[in-house]
């Protein structure tokens, strides 16, 4: 039965968030996104506190109980609201982030125990995933790190440079966290090689070597991380034993199935930045004088009226999207689909909207007075990271072709 | 809770419905646009299938009950057969729909069991108006009240065969706002014009311009309930087609795509091609979730159906040019031959930000 009601319980969480969205985020917005690398440990220590508090542990839903599941669909609403405070701070969020939902996909349940409850602790710890390396971005079949068993010590010995690591400062320097780290196994045989290993903070031989300075969302960390004779014991591969020797692509099916879970969510962040963009902006026009008619034929409103309409219906579309992704999610239909469509169109929409924004407001867009410009910067991330826009469109047009992906290269 | 799936009861319905649409309505389109006419049986056939009876409450002969939701589902199926037939099929809703919605006790009980019982028969509506700046709620056909009747004056263009309907529901305005009323075919003053409109697409349906000089209608024959809720219903019926044709070009390009050899591969197989099915469907999929919002709406009588129904209907408009424009470039100089059915669907698809008034589901 095709229900748009958000469920009572996720509406509740989302007013509590909102109320730290307001007053622990917005306030500071300008600040960090001014003094990049300052970490905003004020929002990190609230969020630590009252997620113990509600007896939580991590953002990444856990395992499924009786009843209805709606993890995904809340997870999906709280990260809309984080970001519609600031898409920055809310990826300094403590807890399972990326790394854990790595976890989760792939992990045993001793490994989801052992990894995972870290994050009920006394102080706010980090983890971070890491694919991408200096030579291979989109295209993770040119990953170089190794992992080489020492079968003697019973231990995994990684090799290798990663970057882009959002949050790996915090996951390993600032926290008692963890790293989810790609690498292949068995380098003549491609995708079918990769594999998850989880490397905890302090491990010897991993080390954070560079802090990225960016466009946009400059109160997270983005940082390198160099791998040297790394070791890990044989029970941070993520996954059952077997997955060691199956020669199928199982491995790259878990960096999948990761994505099919985390690109709605990124995509949930685009949402609620293209809402906080259009809310300011029509407050903007509204204490200029410009309201929208809504409901009038095209023909009659002005050009700024088409636009706001143009952009409400491109984010309320791209949401029900992303909100479609996760509630399949919730109820265990396959949804690489949808979670790319999601991705591909709040991707696009977050950008089209922050575009606009900064051009109709003219000088007060551009300038650093307001958050438009800010939220501008921020915006293009959501269309590179998780699979930039391009990636998405191909995974979506191999399932609705029905292509390999040596078919639609 | 949220769910985005339509119930079995409705996936039953769309099976149904579906099935039509491709070997009875899609068989036809292309002779019947063409030769500017539906096969009669076709028609019947579609009639039959119940869309509307089904939401008509048994008081008044139908077997079911109103569900913007369930209609906005059974027209995407219908006019990915064809739009054409889809607007036919469901021209007798266009005068009963209103009626459910808006009219008074007696009204329903007086109009709907004829309409319900009865093979298909032409009812229509007149709403839209021969103007570039057209507003539903700023009419210039107007009513005027005086002591047993009212009295519109006006001009309406884009009526489905009103050469033969039996009576129509025309809009105007009575004071401040938009009002239905009912007018009996044979009415002084109301007059059909002698030709059919030509129209860039839809030449399936007879249109026509409808004058009222004058009309006279009794008091009885104002529906007394609000215009909004028959603006948003007709909203989501019209946006919910503007769906199925694109779904239908979607489709007939990516199979075209898929089968035609370019440069030693399929012509799906590159990416410039590739990315825009991915758009479309995306696109697609993106605004069948805001038609199906409004939808809900409507049926949960949420206060800002209203917008819900205008952001569907303009989204769903903006969509359908999108989808079958491309689904046209898609298939290149093949696309601009009426031979294939993709240049229908792009005329087709023009038309939805006009094509409010046209259909009720």
Redesign the interface.
């Known amino acids: 039965?095709?229900?748009?009601?958000?469920?009572e319980k996720i509406a509740g969480t989302r007013l509590v968030v909102e109320t730290v969205a307001v007053n622990m985020m917005r306030p500071v917005s300008r600040y960090f996104d001014e003094h990049e690398h300052e970490v905003p440990w004020d929002y990190i220590n609230f969020m630590h506190t009252a997620t113990r508090a509600m007896g939580g542990s991590s953002m990444v839903p856990s395992e499924k109980k009786e009843g209805?599941r709606?993890g995904f669909?809340r997870l999906a609403v709280m990260v809309e609201v984080l970001s519609w405070g600031d898409a920055g701070i809310y990826l300094c969020t403590p807890g399972g982030m990326l790394g854990s939902a790595a976890v989760s996909a792939t992990g045993t349940p001793e490994q989801k125990e052992r990894f995972l409850k870290r994050f009920r602790g006394e102080t706010p710890v980090f983890d971070a995933m890491c694919m991408t390396e200096p030579q291979a971005g989109s295209d993770t079949s040119a990953i170089r790190a190794t992992a080489v068993l020492d079968k003697e010590k019973k231990e995994w010995v990684l090799n290798g440079e990663k970057i882009f690591v959002t949050s790996g400062h915090k996951a390993m320097l600032d926290s008692e966290g963890f790293i989810v780290v790609w690498a292949t196994i068995d380098p003549a045989a491609g995708r079918a090689g990769m594999r998850p290993f989880v490397v905890e903070a302090r491990t010897a031989g991993c080390q954070v070597t560079k802090m990225e300075h960016k466009l946009g969302i400059r109160a997270s960390d983005t940082v390198s991380i160099l791998l040297q004779d790394c070791r890990v014991p044989f029970e941070n591969l993520l996954g059952s034993p077997e997955v060691v020797t199956d020669k199928a692509t199982t491995g790259f099916k878990g960096a999948m199935a990761t994505f099919d879970a985390t690109r709605p969510i990124v995509a949930a962040q685009a949402i609620g930045l293209a809402r906080a963009t259009l809310e300011l902006l029509k407050e903007m026009l509204a204490d200029r004088g410009v309201t929208i008619r809504?409901?009038?034929?095209?023909?009659?409103l002005t050009s700024v009226e088409k636009d706001v309409?143009?952009m409400?219906?491109?984010l309320?579309?791209?949401w029900?999207?992303v909100?479609?992704a996760v509630?399949?999610m919730d109820n265990g239909k396959p949804n690489s689909l949808?979670s790319s469509?999601s991705k591909?169109?709040a991707g696009d929409v977050v950008n089209r909207i922050t575009q606009k924004a900064v051009e109709i407001m003219g000088p007060l867009g551009y300038s650093r007075e307001y958050l438009l410009e800010k939220w501008f910067r921020d915006a293009k991330i959501s269309d590179i990271y998780e699979g930039t826009g391009?990636i998405n469109?191909?995974v979506?047009?191999?399932q609705?072709?029905?292509?390999r992906s040596s078919?639609?290269? | 809770m949220y769910s985005f799936e339509p119930s079995d009861e409705q996936k039953m319905l769309i099976n149904a419905v579906n099935r039509y649409a491709t070997s009875d309505l899609r068989k036809a389109a292309h002779d019947a646009e063409e030769n500017k006419a539906l096969p009669p049986r076709v028609i019947s056939k579609g009639w039959e299938l119940g869309v509307l009876q089904a939401s008509i409450p048994e008081a008044y002969s139908g077997f079911g009950e109103r569900s913007a939701v369930t209609g906005a589902l059974a027209a995407e199926e219908l006019a990915f057969g064809d739009l054409a037939g889809a607007l036919a099929v469901g021209i007798p809703g266009l005068f009963a729909l209103p009626i459910l919605l808006a009219g008074s006790e007696e009204q329903k009980k007086l109009y709907l069991p004829t309409i319900i019982e009865a093979d298909w028969q032409p009812y229509t509506a007149a709403l839209i108006e021969p103007s570039f700046d057209f507003d539903p709620n700023e009419l210039k056909t107007t009513a005027k009240a005086e002591a047993s009747h009212y009295v519109l004056t006006g001009g309406k263009t884009f009526v489905p065969f009103a050469n033969q309907a039996q009576a129509m529901i025309v809009y105007a305005r009575l004071e401040k706002g938009t009002k239905a009323f009912i007018v009996p075919m044979g009415a002084a003053g109301l007059k059909v014009g002698a030709e059919r409109e030509k129209l860039m697409g839809l030449n399936a349906v007879p249109f026509f311009n409808v004058a009222l000089e004058g009309v006279k209608v009794p008091l009885a024959n104002l529906l007394p309930g609000d215009f909004a809720p028959i603006l948003d219903s007709s909203r989501v019926a019209v946006a919910a087609m503007a769906i199925g044709v694109a779904k239908a070009a979607f489709e007939y390009s990516r199979d075209y795509a898929k089968d035609r050899d370019v440069f030693g591969v399929k012509v799906a197989q590159k990416q410039a091609i590739a990315f825009m099915l991915a758009e479309m469907m995306t696109e697609i999929e993106a605004i069948r979730l805001l038609v199906w919002e409004a939808a809900w709406a409507i049926d949960n009588k949420k206060e800002d159906a209203s917008l819900r129904a205008y952001l569907a209907v303009t989204g769903a408009s903006d969509m359908a040019m999108m989808v079958t424009d491309r689904a046209v470039q898609i298939l290149g100089g093949h696309g601009y031959i009426r031979e294939h059915p993709v240049e229908l669907w792009m005329r087709n698809g023009r038309g939805f930000a006009t094509f409010t008034g046209l259909a009720m589901l």
């Not at chain 1, 039965?1 to 469920?7: N, S, T």
């Open positions: 039965m095709i229900d748009f009601e958000m469920p209805p709606f669909q809504y409901g009038l034929p095209r023909q009659k309409i143009e409400e219906i491109q309320r579309s791209a029900w999207l909100l479609k509630w399949m949808e469509m591909v169109r391009q469109r191909l979506v047009a191999r609705i072709l029905g292509y078919e639609l290269r």
